[in-house]
């Protein structure tokens, strides 16, 4: 029978399939070929398939945490947070902080700041970028690997 908590968790799965998934092809797919451009040209790019997706991800990241808060407060395992032994509900939660704040604060707020910089040095935000996403998309991979074997029992 449905229940409220397995919708919790089939939304919470989808929202994270679509979020680390466009993460995923944007580090592995777009910022490689971008990358066969100049830094200019390839900026250009990357900001093109990011506006687009940013758009879409303002939808997907509050949703996986609000499923995933919501699985939290139904099965009342607040105290995992502070147990080693479920290291991957603080990586879930760190991971999304970072993506929200990004996504809703460092993005718009500093626009400007972040245009002027890649403008200025095109060729070093691209490294930085590509650093960034590299960086984020091990982070999820590892974040992925932990909870579906961490909520599966693998750790006990
Ligand atoms: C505020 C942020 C988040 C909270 C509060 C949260 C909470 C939860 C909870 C309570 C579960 C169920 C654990 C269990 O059944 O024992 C879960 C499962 C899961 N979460 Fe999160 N999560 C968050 C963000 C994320 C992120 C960022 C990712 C991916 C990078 C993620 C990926 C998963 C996966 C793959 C599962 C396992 C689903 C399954 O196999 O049944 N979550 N999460």
Same mark, same amino acid.
């Given at each position: 029978?449905?229940?409220?908590?397995?919708?919790?968790r089939a939304?919470?799965?989808?929202?994270?399939v679509?979020w680390?998934?466009?993460?995923?092809f944007v580090t592995?797919?777009v910022?490689p070929l971008?990358?066969?451009r100049?830094?200019?040209? +390839?900026?250009k790019?990357?900001? #093109?398939?990011?506006? /687009?997706?940013?758009?879409?991800? $303002?939808?997907?990241? *509050?949703? +996986?945490g609000?499923?995933?808060l #919501?699985m939290?407060? /139904?099965?009342d395992?607040?105290? $995992?947070f502070l147990d *080693?032994?479920f290291?991957w509900?603080?990586a879930?939660?760190?991971?999304?902080?970072?993506f929200?704040?990004m996504?809703f604060?460092?993005?718009?707020v500093f626009?400007?700041e972040l245009?002027?910089f890649?403008?200025?040095?095109?060729?070093?935000a691209l490294r930085?970028?590509?650093?960034a996403?590299v960086?984020?998309l091990?982070l999820?991979?590892l974040?992925?690997?932990?909870?579906?074997?961490?909520?599966?029992?693998?750790?006990f």
């Amino acid at each position: 029978m449905l229940d409220d908590l397995l919708i919790a968790r089939a939304l919470h799965v989808l929202a994270v399939v679509h979020w680390i998934g466009g993460v995923g092809f944007v580090t592995l797919v777009v910022l490689p070929l971008a990358s066969s451009r100049p830094a200019v040209e +390839a900026l250009k790019l990357f900001e #093109w398939v990011e506006r /687009r997706f940013a758009a879409q991800v $303002r939808v997907s990241i *509050p949703l +996986a945490g609000a499923a995933g808060l #919501w699985m939290t407060y /139904r099965m009342d395992v607040w105290e $995992r947070f502070l147990d *080693p032994h479920f290291w991957w509900m603080a990586a879930m939660a760190a991971l999304w902080a970072v993506f929200m704040t990004m996504v809703f604060v460092v993005e718009p707020v500093f626009h400007r700041e972040l245009d002027a910089f890649a403008r200025k040095d095109p060729a070093g935000a691209l490294r930085r970028v590509i650093r960034a996403h590299v960086v984020l998309l091990a982070l999820a991979a590892l974040t992925v690997l932990g909870a579906v074997a961490g909520s599966h029992g693998f750790y006990f």
